[in-house]
């Protein structure tokens, strides 16, 4: 036997042996039903499931164990992902800022995976590309970023802000780290430490501006430290604004700060991956006035339209200065030629990433099944449920709450000395009393800042509900101490 006839006949077992990753299409949709079953009751079940819970204390995990094959490789998993911790998707948790995951997504999921399209390049994939864009398109017009902006979709806030402050540094590619100067403040979410680390920008100078009572930048205060550092020879370059910060939810005066940043010649950076999208809401829009200046904007849709984890963008007032921060000619890629129109290019050009995940799906079937209004209403419902509780925790007398809540994320409180008789009748009192009492049904975020506020209730998520409907026939006494 030849050299060769030993390797056809090598590979002819090998292939035999490899043939069970063809699935038939019956195959596939067995190993579907399989998934569906025990899934159909996560989305059932999911909005009155404990915030947080061990495997035992958890309703829904138990109800899936019961009903699973432990055999069967896919409904074991499915029981496995449900083990303990934290349930994003349920209707008590309140902690750090829940993602709800609408299964409209999970939909998207499915079909991007079987597709299993290279989204990065409009020639190796014109739909996946189309829908990317198409999504893009609609942020920059939402927060009036003008004709000429653009962005991509990123795993979430993090590598959203990385993008933006690439794009930023592109303005000043020439001018070395030691001269530049940045500005942020305390409160400034920590993935901007992150990307200026990655980006080798911590030689530069990191300002923290000052902020007002209510934990926002201040303005004046910029604009006294910006002539400071020029006065002083340093190039001062960035301002990273937020809107809605993580620790309280704050939102710096973006038009003041868009002000300074104009007469400065600063690039503004708005970290709007929480808060971005309660600009749908009406009563809302006057809180963002002044983002439409911003020269930069990282967004989250896995916050502000409840979709899984791992979706976020960044957005760039002039897409080209992104382009141009990011884009690589390689020898086995097509020529680019001028630039393409919207809805054919590429997104790979406007990103870090490369391989990426084919997210826009997510989203963009999520808007043509519900509409945009669904989610406006959404968020403008957690906004005044977010005062409606601020006011009824102003009223208990040991509850301090730090201030109303720009956004309905945060509601900062601290518990003393507590003694009080709840009749149900009063919902807002039995709702501190769940608090308190049913820690594995409410998640809550422990939390220490400059005013020693210890508990964060977040309250965006869609399922958001303030009491299990069982516990609303009885009083309640409550009689706690809290340090």
Known sequence: MTTQDSLQKEIAKLRL?????ELSGEEFRRQIQAALGPLSLVVDRAADSPGYATKAANPLSKQINGAVNPQDPIQKMVADQLRGGMEHASGGFMGYIPCGGLPSAAVADLITSITNKYSAFNFSAPGAAAA???????????????????????????MAMLTCLLAARESVANVPAERLAIYLTDQTHHSAHRSLKAMGLLSAKIRLVATDELLRMDAAELSRVVQEDKRGELLPFLVIASAGTTNTGAIDPLEDIAKVSRGQQLWMHVDAAYGGFFILCEQAKGLFRGIEHADSIAVDQHKGMFLPQGTGASLVRNGEQLKAALHEDA???????ATPPKLERSPGDYSFELTRHNRAPRIKLSLD????????????????????????LSQIRGVLVFCEPPLPTWICCRFE????????????????????????????????????????????????CVLPVPFWDCDVLVDVTLD
């Open 369 to 392: 099944l519900y509409g945009e209004e669904i989610f406006a209403a959404a968020l403008s419902e957690k906004l005044l449920l977010a005062r409606w509780l601020f006011a009824e």
């Open 417 to 464: 000395t507590l003694t009080v008789l709840l009749p149900l009748s009063a919902l807002p009192m039995l709702a501190v009393c769940a608090l308190l009492l049913l820690p594995d049904w409410y998640w809550l975020t422990p939390l220490v800042v400059t005013f020693d506020l210890p508990l964060l209730l977040a309250l965006p998520m869609f399922r958001f």
């Open 17 to 21: 042996r490899a043939a069970g990753l």
């Open 132 to 158: 990317e864009n198409e999504v893009i398109d609609w942020m920059c017009q939402l927060f009036a970023l003008g004709s000429d902006a653009w962005g991509c979709l990123t795993s979430g806030g993090t």
């Open 331 to 337: 020898d086995y890629l097509p020529e680019q030629g």
